[in-house]
T-cell receptor
């Protein structure tokens, strides 16, 4: 079967750094996406990794290791507005290249 | 601004009473998706259209139907809503189905469906 695992919830302090992990087991791999979803709102695209290594985009970075089936999202200089769920999604290799979604990690930022 | 629009944002329907949710896009994307998302769960893909080609997920109940009359609009019809169909329904679009960051999915704000 296909599976994506993320921690259910994490708590961090404003101004700090937090790392959200994602492990996946999928039949094929054509890229990994991270999305941010505020409560009651639609997911918004954060990052995309298809090759091993780190992709940096401002305060957010995403890392991928294909051999380990592992990714993480690193958030620096946390702000209160970063309180949201972070969803990891993997594009498989079926004919439609559909995304396989994790259930998301709810990140709570405390002052 | 190019975007994905969903109407209504909140919909209340009665058990068994048909309901239609709508989605429109100004991105001129080829692919439109409908997802169901329940609280603290992953979005569940119901079906997608590539242009006019309809693709149903194997586990999508027959109670859910979709129409795409043109590039810009896509509708989700729930023929006989049950209490278990209460959820957020997300419409998304993408340029295409291949890999690559330019094929990310853009989401609308969602319609929260309540079934009474």
């Amino acid at each position: 079967g296909q599976n994506i695992d993320q921690p259910t919830e994490m708590t961090a302090t404003e101004g700090a750094i937090v790392q959200i992990n994602c492990t996946y087991q999928t039949s094929g791999f054509n890229g990994l996406f991270w999305y941010q979803q505020h409560a009651g709102e639609a997911p918004t695209f954060l990052s995309y990794n298809v090759l091993d290594g780190l992709e940096e985009k401002g305060r957010f970075s995403s890392f991928l290791s294909r051999s380990k089936g592992y990714s993480y999202l690193l958030l620096k200089e946390l702000q209160m507005k970063d309180s949201a769920s972070y969803l990891c999604a993997v594009r498989g290799d079926d004919s439609n290249y559909q995304l396989i979604w994790g259930a998301g990690t709810k990140l709570i930022i405390k002052p | 601004d190019a975007m994905v629009i969903q109407n209504p944002r909140y919909q209340v329907t009665q058990f068994g009473k048909p309901v239609t949710l709508s989605c429109s896009q100004t991105l001129n994307h080829n692919v439109m998706y409908w997802y169901q998302q329940k609280s603290s769960q992953a979005p569940k893909l119901l079906f997608h259209y590539y242009d006019k080609d309809f693709n149903n997920e194997a586990d999508t109940p027959d109670n859910f139907q979709s129409r795409r009359p043109n590039t810009s609009f896509c509708f989700l019809d729930i023929r006989s809503p049950g209490l278990g169909d209460a959820a957020m329904y997300l419409c998304a679009t993408s340029k295409g189905l291949a890999g690559g960051p330019s094929y990310e999915q853009y989401f609308g704000p969602g319609t929260r469906l309540t079934v009474t």
